[in-house]
C-alpha cells in the first residue's frame, strides 16, 4: 500500500511561534502502534502520524527566534510553549497551549514536512550535521529515552540502589539505561524476549528475569533476599505489569508507571495501602529532559539508538507497522 503525498505545511498561518519543519531529502521518525483515545490522542482518517522526529528546519515563521532555515532539530512528542506555569514547572505534557502531533488537524512526521507551532518552546537544535552517525540516538530523545528517564526520575532512582524495570521494549531498555544514568547499583529487567534483554544487559542490566507473574515475582524476591527492590519502573502499560511490579517492591518502595495504561482502574487496595507503596509516573514531559540527556549521548556515554533494529522508507510505512505489531522488530526508524 502506498502512502499518499502529504500536503505541504503553510507557515504563513495563524499560530504564535509557528515554524514549518520540512525534511524535502533528509529527516528520520519513529512509528508508534498505539494510539490513546482516553487522552483523545486519536489520529483522525488519512492524518500523517509520528509524533517523534529529527529533522531540518525549511522554512520559519516571523516569530520564531531559537532556530533558522537549515538548523537540525528533535521535535519531542508533544508540543508545548515553553513559558505556561506548567512548562516553567517542567510538565510540558501540561502546556496550557500544548497538542499532541496527528490530531486536531496538525499533522505528524510521516510525511515529506510537518508545521511545527510554538516552536521556541518545542524544537531543540542539535549540534550534529545531518550525516552524524549519532542520529538514532538523537531521535530516541523525542520519546523513548525521555520516557525511561522520567519512570527513573519520578521513581528517585539514586546511587547505591536496587530497581526492577518490567518490559523489555524500547521503554524499558531506555529505562534501565536512564536507572544506570542515576547510579543504581543493581537493574533487574523482567522481560522474556532474548534478543531484547541481551541489548538490556548491555545496557545495564545486572540481571534478567525472564517469568510472569507470581513465578516472576518470586524470582526478584529470591534475588533480592526477599524484600524486592528499592523501585520498579513499570513500561508495559497493562494491569498485569502493574500487579506485578505491586509483588516485587519493597516496603516503603516506589513504582513509576510510564507504560500507557490500557486499564480503567489501578488494581491495588488495601494490602498494598498497608505497605506504604508509592505511585508515581506519567507521561513523560520529554522537552523537559532533552537539555539534561543529550550531552550524554553527545559524550558517548550511552547509545540509547540501538533500540531502532529495522529502517523503513517513507513509502514502506505499513510493512513498518506491521513488523512491530508482529513482533518482528523492536523499534522501527522511518526515513524519506
Sequence with gaps: MRRPMCKWPDVSAPSPGRLSEARPGFGVSVLQVRALPAAGWVPAWGAVMSSRIVASVEETGADVTTVKTGDLVVV????????????????????????AWGVGGLDGGQGEAARIPWADGTLVKLPVGEDSDLLPDLLTLSDVLCTGYHAART???????????IGDGAVGLSAVISAKLLGAERIILMGRHTRRTDLGSEFGATDVVAARGQDGVAAVRELTGGFGTDQVLECV?????????????????????????QYPEVPFGFPEFLRNITLTGGVAPSRAYIDELLPHILNGDIHPGRVFDRTVALDDIAEGYRLMNDREALKVLVRP
Excluded at 505556561?84 to 496550557?96: F, H, K, V
Design 76 to 99: 519531542p512528542f508533544t508540543y508545548s510553549d515553553g513559558t505556561c506555569e506548567n512548562c516553567r514547572r517542567g510538565l510540558t505534557t501540561s502546556c496550557r497551549h500544548g497538542g
Design 155 to 165: 521513581a528517585g532512582v539514586k546511587a547505591g540502589d536496587t530497581v526492577t524495570v
Design 237 to 261: 502499560g497493562l494491569k498485569d505489569a502493574l500487579v506485578q511490579a505491586a509483588g516485587v517492591v519493597r516496603d516503603g518502595g516506589v513504582i513509576s508507571r510510564v507504560g500507557a495504561p
